[in-house]
Structures are given as structure tokens and as C-alpha cells.
């Protein structure tokens, strides 16, 4: 490896993210946007903290199949424009992925130590 690195890194607490990605079962998901079905089969879903504060869901991006077969990109913002409180109208199937994806990120086991350590 052709590369060094020094000093101790910190992270910056005011705005923390975390995205977690999940692949759905298909069929198991329909969005639907200007009257078209679209067949969810993956979900981003973006947690974030802002100073300090407890996580949030922020936003999921799905990648979905439309009607003529071909991928699409679908991002549902779940906070309100001020960034307070979760947006009104927000179905309850999304809400549903958030808790999965959530609960799939602890739920997996995810441990980690250093190499060596160090």
C-alpha cells in the first residue's frame, strides 16, 4: 500500500450519517407515482443525528423496477422541510422499511475490532 496516514480522527457530531442498505423481497413492495406501479427491490435508507440529537430516518432511496421492465431511482424525504418532525403522509409500507432496515443493521451482528489491535 502506498500510503501513510498520521493523527487521531474525530469525528464531527453536528451531522452524523449512517445509511443503511437493504434488498427486498420481490414483490413484496409497490410503489406507485403518477398512477404507475413500480416493483421495489432495494431500499438506502439514510439515518442522520444533528447535534447530538437522537437518530433519525431522513430519507429512502428505493431502486425499483416501472411497468416497461427497466430500473428507477425513487427517494422519499421522511422529515418535514424544517427537519423537525417526520413528514404527514408517508405510507405505513415505508415507514416499515425504515424499521427493517434499523433492526437489520444491529440485528446482523456487525462487530468490528481493529486488526492487530491496533
Known amino acids: ?7 487521531e480522527p474525530v469525528i464531527v457530531q453536528e451531522d452524523t450519517q449512517v445509511h443503511v442498505g437493504i434488498n427486498l423481497r420481490p414483490g ?3 410503489l406507485t407515482r403518477n398512477g ?15 447535534h447530538a440529537k437522537p437518530w ?3 430519507k429512502v432511496k428505493f431502486s425499483a423496477k416501472g411497468p416497461d421492465g427497466k430500473s428507477v431511482g425513487l427517494t422519499v424525504d421522511l422529515l418535514n422541510d424544517t427537519w423537525d418532525v417526520p413528514r ?8 416499515k422499511v425504515v424499521t427493517l432496515a434499523a433492526t437489520s443493521a444491529g440485528d446482523v451482528g456487525i462487530t ?6 491496533a
Open 88 to 95: 404527514a403522509g408517508v405510507p405505513a409500507a415505508i415507514w
Open 28 to 30: 413484496t413492495l409497490t
Open 36 to 50: 404507475k406501479d413500480f416493483a421495489a427491490y432495494h431500499a438506502l435508507v439514510e439515518f442522520t443525528s444533528v
Open 112 to 117: 468490528y475490532a481493529p486488526p492487530g489491535g
Open 1 to 7: 500500500m502506498d500510503l501513510s496516514a498520521t493523527g
Open 56 to 58: 433519525t430516518a431522513e
